[in-house]
């Protein structure tokens, strides 16, 4: 599901030699390592990062740089001697305060190393760069685990360590980065649960994607004001969540993981969404009305489930939807509107009569999960799509959906 393509993140920067990004509150980064060099001994002066501030990133990438031991393309040629900002894929910036006014500082506001397949570990001594914003790490060797006093990183924004060979259990510390918007771990070897304090975080963009992380979701996923989640090739159990919230969720994506149960009702209060991949878990059941509400919805996977019952038509007509998998699952049927669908509609392998390439009869006999109910129990009070009423909550109760006529061109 790496083809999707996600929606643009305003805060994913890519740096590019010679240009000039802003960075938060830190004013103006200049790219390219060294491309920017204020601090040469002919225009050194106090207070700036010759101070204190120079002695400690000096400090913290040297220390870094003794645990590389290897670095094929020769970034770390240029890590020598004190101006930290003359280093390769290491970029400075005037500071700011609060109220934008400049300090008379130079701090090294980030460090971009994509691409640059170094191995090695990540140190302590790095959260010395305590001005940090950005900490681009994508596409390297680093292995080990990430260091807990990463959490003295307080103005990181992103933090991008894809596709390296890092382990242990979740790192807490991103926990307790208070600017932090971007978060980064796929394709790596992270393992154990995920806490739940990290859909109370105001991110943006969560990519956990393709590790070993395992255990039930945490409850409050639907707390998180993240539009990008990505949970997907992991080891998750239990069911989805039971969600009220109302998500700004424009992605998310379960696929692949070994999740059980019904898709529950409280996913149509997810209006924004765009994508939502369910496929290849063990998820049973009838669909629930509540999708119907999804009226944003681009690509719906719900296939290499154990779902059965009818295809319903409300699914069918929504408006936005590119393309619909309900594939290698136990649906028996679908009506008109699902018929005339000019989309992706891949229905294959179900128990679908008079449609070919569907599953032998003997399979769709006894339909694994037949048994699981996903009736849900009517409420008082309707939920009118994109509108949560008084609905008992607390004790967990189903969503009664009314119809959603299809509008007449």
């Not at 005037?94 to 500082?105: A, E, I, M, V």
């Not at 063990?282 to 779902?307: F, K, M, W």
Request: proline share 6%; net charge negative; charged share 15%.
């Amino acid at each position: 599901m790496e083809n999707y393509i996600f929606l643009p993140l305003l805060l994913h920067i890519t740096l590019a030699d010679s240009a000039v990004v802003s960075i938060g509150g830190g004013g103006s980064v200049w790219i390219g390592g060294g491309g920017f060099s204020p601090l040469t001994p002919n225009n050194a002066s106090p207070g700036t990062l010759t101070s204190t501030a120079a002695k400690s990133a000096y400090v913290a990438l040297q220390a870094w740089k003794s645990a590389i031991t290897d670095d094929p393309l020769g970034i770390l040629r240029s890590w020598v001697g004190p101006n930290v900002c003359a280093y390769k894929g290491v970029f400075c910036a005037d500071s700011q305060d609060y109220l934008g006014n400049p300090t008379g500082r130079v701090v090294v506001a980030a460090v971009d190393l994509n691409h640059a397949y170094l191995q090695g570990t990540l140190v302590k001594e790095l959260a010395f760069l305590s001005d940090l914003s950005l900490l681009h790490l994508n596409t390297n060797r680093f292995s080990g685990s990430v260091p807990s006093s990463f959490r003295d990183l307080t103005s990181l924004t992103e933090l991008d360590l894809s596709n390296n060979r890092l382990s242990g259990g979740f790192p807490a510390a991103v926990l307790y980065m208070p600017s932090l918007i971007y978060l980064d771990f796929r394709y790596n070897n992270f393992s154990g649960a995920i806490p739940e304090e990290l859909f109370d975080r105001k991110l943006d963009a969560i990519f956990l994607n393709n590790n070993l992380f395992e255990g039930e979701l945490p409850q409050n996923l639907g707390n998180s004001p993240a539009s990008v989640i990505n949970l997907a090739n992991n080891r998750f159990s239990g069911t989805i969540p039971f969600s009220f919230s109302y998500m700004g969720i424009k992605e998310i994506l379960f696929l692949n993981n070994r999740l059980t149960g019904c898709i529950p009702e409280g996913i149509g209060m997810w209006t924004d969404l765009q994508v939502l991949d369910v496929s290849y878990n063990s998820l049973a059941g009838h669909l629930p009305d509540s999708l119907s509400c999804l009226t944003g919805i681009e690509v719906l996977n719900l296939g290499n489930n154990r779902l059965s019952g009818e295809l319903p038509n409300l699914l069918c007509s929504l408006k936005n939807l590119l393309n619909l998998t309900v594939a290698a699952n136990f649906f028996s049927g679908f009506n008109q509107e699902c018929d005339r669908l000019s989309i992706g509609f891949d229905f294959s392998f179900n128990c679908i009569p008079g449609r070919v390439m569907q599953r032998p009869q003997p399979q769709c006999t006894a339909i694994p999960g037949g048994g699981l109910s996903c009736l849900r129990i009517p409420t008082a009070k309707s939920l009118v799509c994109g509108t949560l009423l008084d609905v008992g909550v607390g004790v967990g109760i189903g969503i009664g959906v009314p119809p959603v006529v299809p509008s007449i061109p």
